[in-house]
């Protein structure tokens, strides 16, 4: 593990002081646990470029894609 230093708001750490106390943990495990948890939820909500790019190959079956995107912005400049 990598030892970080952080700053926090006194009521924080108090918080946190309380919580670790009744959970019987150690402060530091319960900021791996959040920082974890935050991580897998902004993950989650926003898949990267290449998690998108595998859940949406194959997905156009009307030919090539180019050719259709090239045909549309023709028609798209024939419109101006």
Not at 9 to 33: G, N, S, T, Y
Not at 59 to 69: E, H, N
Request: net charge neutral.
């Amino acid at each position: 593990m990598i030892r970080t230093v952080i700053s926090l708001d006194p009521e924080d750490k108090e918080w946190l002081d309380r919580r670790a106390q009744e959970e019987h943990v150690p402060m530091a495990q319960l900021i791996r646990r959040a920082v974890r948890c935050y991580r897998e939820e902004c993950e989650s909500s926003s898949p990267s470029m290449d998690q998108l790019l595998q859940k949406t190959a194959g997905l156009w079956k009307a030919g090539d894609g180019l050719v259709y995107q090239r045909r549309i912005r023709e028609e798209w400049e024939k419109g101006r």
